[in-house]
Every structure is written in structure tokens, then in C-alpha cells.
């Protein structure tokens, strides 16, 4: 597999072969091809077991910097994670009255630098992962400073047990 300038993978038809051998043959009708592969012989033995074609690959006509902001404002995860408050979800969460003060301090931050769209895609992922017994760490890094990210599930670490200052994770 190869990759252009955007990071856009496109397949050859060694990496097909290698796919449909692997066992996903199921999965090749999202894989882009050089139009130089001849994919139309291969197109139409799909399309004869009732499969999915390929696509051929087209380049993009952006720019590096366009594309990365595209992708960098869409989040692939599923519309009611789109649509969830955020601040409902964790404020629910917390127990004491220091909790709820701290994750409001925390959620004011994260909420002023336009990282709701994060938290919501963190709670999907760590919901995803649950739900397919996907094993993550404990945590690590100055991320284990916010108790939000705690709430959620991201780290195991209590930052509040061990008074850590979130500011530390978002500086």
C-alpha cells in the first residue's frame, strides 16, 4: 500500500490479493486503486457475486493544510456521541461537591478552547472499547491530571485523590 501527499492510502493489486487471501474479501470495495491496476476485470467478478466494486483513486485538488483542517473537524463516531452534552454526562458523574467544582473548572477549559467535540469522540471511544473487551493502559503523561478525562474512563488515576492540578494537562 502506498500512500500520496494527504496520507491517502491507495492499493496495488498485490494488496488486494493479499486482502482476498487474508480473508477479507468482504472489504475491498473501500480500498482506492491506480487507475493504471486494470480494476475493471476485477470489477466485474465482483459485481458477478453480487459484491462491491472498487473505486478508483482520484486526487484531491487541496492543499496539505486544507485537508488536514477538513479532517481535524470531523469526527468519525456516531450521531447521538455527536449530539451528547457533555457537560450533563460528566457533571452526573461526580459525587461530591469538590468533584462537581473541579469538572466544572475543567469542563469551562476544555469548552473554551473548542475541545468538546474531543471529550465527546473520548467517551465514544472508551465506550467502544468496553463494549469489544479492547484492553487500554492505565494512563500516562499529564493527561492523568484531568479528572474529567478520569470520569470518562481515558486513565485510571483519581486526580483529586492525588491532588493533581489539571492545568498541568492543558497548558
Known sequence: M???DLGIPRFTKRDL???IYSGHADKVHVVLCDKDDDIDKFNEAMEAQG???LQPYIPLDVDQKTFDGVCQGEWFMPQEYKELNVHNYILTKCETQEETARCAEELAEFAGRNMMPLLQYMIYLVDFMRENDIV???GRGSSVASYVLYLIGVHRINSIQYDLDWREFLR
Open 136 to 138: 487500554w493502559g492505565v
Open 51 to 53: 459484491m462491491n466494486p
Open 17 to 19: 490479493v493479499d486482502m
Open 2 to 4: 502506498r500512500t500520496d
